[in-house]
């Protein structure tokens, strides 16, 4: 989610999946939880819907991170700095604006600002993303040499790369089942970032073929009949990861196949530049809008929800990311030398 296309070539169909997908998590699966009069939308349907939207969005992190090269300390360092630098102090203003909102529990804001929420079993409301995303970003370098590495093998490239992926999905699927204490999101998501960093080449036209698709969307059907094997909440269990690997990668294949040359409406782009900013801050400006006043049925709550409160949330979302985005070069910009 924090991740941007490069700027020389901006990829619509990324644009498209980000936008599409922050709608469902903000305009849909928690809006609808701050209409105290509709219910019924969590269901066997929309919990895997929602498993295979936040595993795109962590797929999507793990393919334009795939896309960079790290070969030394110093190309470490910048990683690092430059992940931190986008996401950390906006992280924080969303954290004490939870904090001040009552969103968080007693206890929860240290251990949510030090990053460490994910290894706890009660992480924030909603910002437990973050936290999750970050333990994969800490490990992106050491993926990204070990990527680069497989390139010098003799084996082939593609080949390579498959064998390794498997491999470092099934030793998390064992630490998931082994390890207590931690929330199980953590094992649920990094197989998607593993697929989106480790397959990063192979996922971009002209490679994407009708057969890769037709083998994805098939593992995407099989692996939604494994979910419902499992009775307990979808979301949280370690069944769903053949889920949230195979539909966001089906899903990755065909928006790049038909959908990367695409002209989207300044609209969407507005949504998908804004993505970030709207996960961050969507809880507090929809408190805003119900904590007076608001109506007590259900068509009058969703008018304000969605007519009121949703472009909002984009609005005030799109402005910050630009104002932040602007700060961050002003402060970054090396300075003039004196005359």
Known sequence: MPDSPAPRRRDQAIDLMRATCILWIVGFWHLLGYAPSIDGYKNDLTYRLTVVVLGLFVFISGHLIGRARITNAAEVWRFYRRRMVRIYPPYLAALLLFDLCG???????AGAALLTASFSLEPPLTLWYISMIVVFYLLAPLLLLLVHSLSQTPWRWTSNRLVVCA??????VLLGKLLDGVDPRLFLYFPSFIAGLVLSPSLVEPRV???????TALATVAATLFSFHHQARIDESLNAIP???FGPLLTFLVCERWG???????????????????YLFHRPIFLLFTSRGFPSSASPQLAVLLLLALPVIVAVSWTGQALYDAAVKRLQRPATAPG
Do not use: C, D, W, Y
């Not at 491999?167 to 998390?172: H, R, T, V, Y």
């Open 260 to 278: 990367r040359h695409l002209r989207l409406p300044p609209l969407i782009l507005a949504i998908s530049t804004a993505s970030f900013f709207m």
């Open 209 to 215: 073929s009708g057969r890769n698709i037709a083998l």
């Open 243 to 245: 889920l949230a690997v």
């Open 103 to 109: 969103l968080l529990k007693p206890g929860q804001f």
């Open 167 to 172: 491999g470092i999905i099934g030793l998390n």
